[in-house]
């Protein structure tokens, strides 16, 4: 059980799920409305549209764009898949790199995140394109009535020459991280990059979740002994997976060549590069 990181942590397992997500958004809605009162105009979607984790929405899309580009090697014409584009955290600093030979793809399970990037985003660079998704998740979207384990991406096979997903996996189920990482492999071009996010549960990290370093308490396993969860009533809210787990769905969907990982903050561990840990492949 992780302890003494501070009252932020304790909350973030105590109070309901859909309590922390309330109080977010009514948070979100008063400083959107400071905003309106006091004029300032923000290039960025109002803050109570952020449904994805940190609160530093510029700086955490910034941070990765960084990533994508000098350690995914992503060029300025490169045909580019987000994951799980949400409002645009990453596309908006990618608007900045891809030039006009380069396009943008990018499909959520928010239609409000969708909205906002057809209105604020295609229409300004018409070569980033979104998409919605109406795909299940008891976290995101429960009345969804698409199931992840079944979806097939809606692009033809070798299109991409970069592939993406920031904390998605981290909200997804054994199955439908397969279903994913098979779709990953169709539509990657060969040679292609795929820049994924997980909680990756190394033995570094299991040593410091027993010890109450990590920042994360995957206590609860899920249908086996490789996938955990923190949130007893969602799953989906923060899933880790076992490492050795990971490397082998890369291993068995052939895009497994020159995988590297930068470890995550999360796990508590004192060397690492962003919060999560960053696989970074290229398709074989």
Not at 48 to 54: I, P, Q
Not at 159 to 165: G, P
């Amino acid at each position: 059980m992780v302890q003494n990181k501070g009252l932020k942590h304790r909350l973030k397992y105590l109070l309901p799920v859909s309590v922390k997500k309330t109080l977010k958004y009514i948070l979100n809605s008063f400083q959107d409305f400071i905003s309106f009162i006091t004029g300032k105009k923000n290039e960025y979607p109002p803050k109570r549209l952020n449904f994805v984790g940190s609160s530093e929405f510029k700086k955490v899309g910034d941070e990765f764009v960084k990533y994508f580009i000098n350690l995914g090697h992503l060029n300025k014409t490169d045909t580019v898949l987000d994951i799980g584009c949400g409002i645009g955290r990453m596309a908006i600093p990618l608007t900045k790199h891809l030039n006009n030979k380069g396009e943008l793809y990018g499909f959520d399970i928010d239609k409000r995140g969708i909205k906002w990037c057809h209105k604020n985003l295609t229409k300004k660079y018409p070569n980033f394109h979104f998409e919605y998704v109406d795909l299940y998740n008891k976290y995101y979207n429960k009345k969804g009535k698409i199931k992840a384990e079944n979806f097939k991406f809606p692009y033809e096979n070798n299109k991409f020459d970069f592939i993406f997903a920031t904390s998605v996996f981290t909200h997804m189920l054994p199955n439908e991280v397969e279903q994913y990482l098979k779709e990953i492999k169709r539509v990657l071009k060969k040679g292609g990059k795929a820049f994924l996010t997980f909680f990756s549960i190394d033995k570094t990290a299991e040593k410091n979740m027993e010890n109450g370093k990590s920042y994360c308490d995957f206590k609860y396993p899920y249908k086996g002994k490789f996938c955990f969860y923190s949130h007893k009533n969602v799953p989906e809210a923060e899933t880790g997976y076992n490492e050795e787990w990971i490397i082998n769905q890369y291993e068995k969907m052939g895009i497994d060549k020159n995988l590297k990982i930068y470890r995550g903050k999360w796990s508590g561990r004192k060397e690492f590069l962003s919060y999560q840990d960053i696989f970074i492949s290229q398709k074989q």
